[in-house]
């Protein structure tokens, strides 16, 4: 049984959640991060993952193109969907996944979820640090984060437990 995880990343955190739902997945699991190489045929897999991340609202196009390219093959197979992002309400997360995957491929999912995300403040550049703080501001505004947030400490609010439990559906599906 060979599975197939991939996934879009621009600062490593959906790299990171790939590699922890990798470990948690039963029989042989290959990654392949699409930004650095072309993914390999789907043939030889019985399983697919796909994750990316969400900026302004939007995955990465090389995740999109890949998913619209393969759709009809993809609904032949057992599909996990994931994305590494700061949404929290379960209908912006179920509009991202759609915008990202297509609609029909998160139908047919078996799992699809949103892991959480972070902001790893070291890795972003002038213009991100700008935007997270604003959207800090409104974290603040609308006490979604324990204790407040002050745009500069690194954030995570990746969840293992969702990550197990995604894994757990894969395994069984
Ligand atoms: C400039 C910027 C814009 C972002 N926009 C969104 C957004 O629109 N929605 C969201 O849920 N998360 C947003 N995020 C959070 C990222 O999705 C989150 O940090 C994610 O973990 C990044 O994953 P990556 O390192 O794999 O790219 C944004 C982050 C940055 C730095």
Redesign the pocket.
Known sequence: MKTLIVY??????????AKMLAQRLEGEVELVNIKNSAPPSLDGYEKIILG???????AQPEIKEFCRSNLEKLKEKPVGLF?????DEES?IRA?LENAFTPELVSHAAAAC?F?????MN??NF??KL??KM?AKEYQKNGKLDGGYDGKTDIST?SDSKISEFAKIINAA
């Open positions: 879009a990343t621009k600062h490593g955190t959906s790299e990171e959640c990316a991340s969400i900026y302004a609202g939007n994305l590494s992002c700061m949404f912006q991202a949103a959480g995300g972070a902001f790893k890795r972003l213009f991100e935007i997270v959207v990746v």
